[in-house]
């Protein structure tokens, strides 16, 4: 059986995070995820020319009284932010120990915990199965367990693609949010292209580039038989220092692209490992956002 998603432990260090986001707002630092839109909340912002229609109730009866000329008060209100978590949930995702989508959901489970507990919105996208499927949107701190079901639900299989997932999400979307990709990116399809798109469309990007220890210093050697785990392919090698030295070079490539893709668009990059625990995972995602 796999382990909660969310531990006592676990909570506890995510309320210290919590706690720490909360006196870099109070500091006037970056802080938190709330979009601004205009409204009526109580930040007074501009004065404009009543119109025929307008609310009375937005009239300034004092600016009216000195000028003569009825005007109307906006407001800045605070609207919350739907943060939309893709999960890789391919047949890849069941490699490693822990395995990678065990690191992906449980950073998951703890992104939605903060972002819950801040009043904003959360979505689950599973891509998994033939498919990549949106949840129901979920706000406020009760709806944490339905999240994590949500979660706990995802099981490993198909050869969903990241992109199209992501493709999804972002299509499906009513307004920009922070979109969060939590995957091992081992995918032929075009995923930073669609991560481009994302950003255009006004998404916070978040990566989460998570990779088995297995992966990153893999210690194979000698003859071997690799099986694809989402075709089920199998291909007979001898992985010897070159082949490995190759590997190691497009694993490389892969970690620059997205790196290159998160410093040039004002994304956020951040590489896991599945031994790591998951609260050092969330701390570098905080870090990096607030810097």
Not at 52 to 67: I, M, Q, S, Y
Request: charged letters at 25%; glycine letters at 8%; a negative charge.
């Amino acid at each position: 059986m796999n382990p909660p998603l969310l531990t006592p432990e676990f909570v506890r260090e995510l309320e210290t995070l919590r706690s720490f986001l909360r006196a870099r707002a109070r500091s006037g630092g970056a802080g938190g995820t709330t979009a601004r839109r205009h409204g009526r909340g109580a930040e007074f912002e501009q004065h404009r020319p009543y119109a025929a229609g307008d609310d009375v109730g937005r009239l300034d009866w004092l600016a009216f009284a000195r000028t003569g000329q009825p005007v109307s008060k906006e407001h800045r209100a605070d609207e919350d932010t739907i943060v939309r978590l893709v999960v890789d949930g391919s047949a890849s995702s069941a490699f490693g120990s822990p395995r990678k989508l065990d690191m992906a959901a449980r950073v998951a489970a703890g992104l939605s915990y903060l972002s819950l507990s801040d009043g904003n919105r959360v979505e689950v996208v599973a891509a998994s199965g033939a498919s990549a499927r949106a949840m129901p949107i979920h706000r406020g701190r009760p709806s944490l367990g339905v999240v994590l079901k949500e979660l706990s639900a995802i099981v490993p299989s198909g050869e969903v693609r990241i992109a199209s997932a992501l493709s999804h999400a972002v299509a499906a979307s009513e307004r920009p949010g922070a979109l969060v990709a939590l995957s091992d990116f081992l995918d032929d399809g075009p995923v930073v292209d669609t991560l481009r798109r994302a950003r255009h469309a006004g998404h916070d990007v978040t990566l989460v580039h998570v990779l088995s220890r297995e992966e990153t210093s893999p210690e194979l050697g000698g003859d071997v038989a690799l099986v694809d785990s989402e075709t089920g392919e199998t291909v007979d090698v001898t992985l010897d220092a070159e082949m490995l030295a190759a590997y190691q070079r497009r694993l490389g490539a892969l970690c620059e692209d997205l790196e290159s893709f998160a410093r040039h668009s004002g994304a956020l990059y951040v590489r896991a490992t599945t031994d790591e625990q998951p609260a050092a995972v969330i701390r570098r995602v905080i870090a990096r956002g607030a810097a």
